[in-house]
């Protein structure tokens, strides 16, 4: 873009056209609006269950008829889509719950599905650190020193895949970060029937501190390790496009990019670079810093979450996921 025909000052003031909110508004040109944001919800079996997460004020495990509440006031607002992660009651070493027919996820999703159709869009996050017993992404190799096994993991998170959309996912969600991962589904959900339920891929998902929260809300702290091994390094730019190139090659339907704030310019690179339909996901520590900040009484909340949100929008998100996401929604209505 080229700033050559600007006129100069005193002639041309930039000011004239932020004099008053209906002008700011008229000329502003990145929006936040409610439909473009997706609220996470960790559900668990059972009835009536609603357990705070003493890190992350105002979100809970769920069971499903409590998930159908959270959801019903999330459509009240606006959003009109959520993303689910499962925590089941047992774990073990082929992370069983990921796929059974009768996990968390598939019983929310069907109870969601069964209530509000094609209102919602149910998205359902394909990972097996929740299920696994020892906590990571993927079969270990414990002759190994626990290695992550890439390809034999590639089956289980396939077969994950299929049982969200058989439950009648409108959206699967990979965020395991293991190789070829996206292409496994596809396979799998075209070999299943189904063809139409697309991959929102976490193609660039980061190694990073902000998950800290996240770890309580799901259960699925590494019992030894970590997951640098898998998940991207902080420091690489270029290699996340490749990652996300990767997983479009392999059929992604849509790309994102974890963690977004500290991530900004690997979202703008990435929607630039590529055009495609791209998430944000606004993580679990970035929510709880502003809940805190806010508590002490030292940032305005409403304003600093959605100046946060509206900057990723301008980064390139097309869609936002964030636990904020029906308090956003609200305050947007108010104006």
Same mark, same amino acid.
């Given at each position: ?54 890190? =992350? ?13 959270? @959801? ?96 009648? @996912? ?75 190139? =990767? ?67 301008? @980064? ?20």
């Amino acid at each position: 873009m080229s700033f050559g025909a600007i006129g100069q000052f005193p002639a041309y003031r930039p000011r004239r056209l932020r004099r008053t909110a209906a002008l700011r508004r008229l000329v502003r040109e990145t929006m936040l609006e409610a439909s473009q944001l997706v609220l996470p919800l960790f559900v668990r079996q059972g009835k009536k269950r609603r357990t705070a997460i003493g890190s =992350m004020p105002g979100v809970f495990q769920l069971s499903p008829d409590e998930a159908l509440k959270t @959801a019903h006031g999330a459509l009240e607002a606006g959003v009109l889509g959520v993303i689910l992660f499962g925590i089941p009651e047992s774990k073990d070493e082929t992370a069983s719950g990921a796929y059974t027919r009768d996990g968390a996820v598939q019983q929310t999703t069907r109870a969601l599905k069964k209530e509000f159709g094609d209102d919602l869009v149910v998205i359902t996050d394909v990972c097996l650190c929740e299920y696994m017993s020892h906590g990571h992404c993927g079969v270990v190799d414990e002759k190994r020193g626990g290695r992550v096994l890439n390809d034999p993991t590639l089956a289980l998170l396939a077969r994950a895949a299929r049982s969200h959309a058989e439950a009648g @996912a409108d959206i699967v969600a990979p965020s395991d970060m293991m190789d070829g991962r996206v292409g496994a589904i596809r396979e799998e959900l075209d070999k299943g029937g189904f063809a139409d339920t697309p991959i929102l891929s976490y193609a660039a998902k980061f190694a990073s501190a902000y998950y800290g929260p996240f770890r309580e809300a799901a259960e699925s702290t590494p019992q030894f390790g970590d997951r640098r091994a898998y998940q991207m390094d902080a420091g690489n730019a270029r290699e996340a496009l490749r990652e996300v190139a =990767m997983d479009i090659q392999e059929c992604a339907d849509m790309v994102m990019v974890k963690p977004a704030l500290a991530y900004l310019d690997i979202l703008h690179r990435v929607k630039t670079e590529f055009g495609y339909p791209t998430a944000a996901y606004a993580v679990s520590g970035e929510y709880a810093m502003i809940k805190a900040a806010s508590a002490k009484g030292w940032v305005d909340e409403r304003a600093v979450t959605l100046e946060t949100l509206l900057a990723m929008r301008r @980064a390139g998100a097309d869609v936002i996921i964030t636990y904020a996401a029906v308090d956003a929604a609200k305050w947007l209505r108010e104006g």
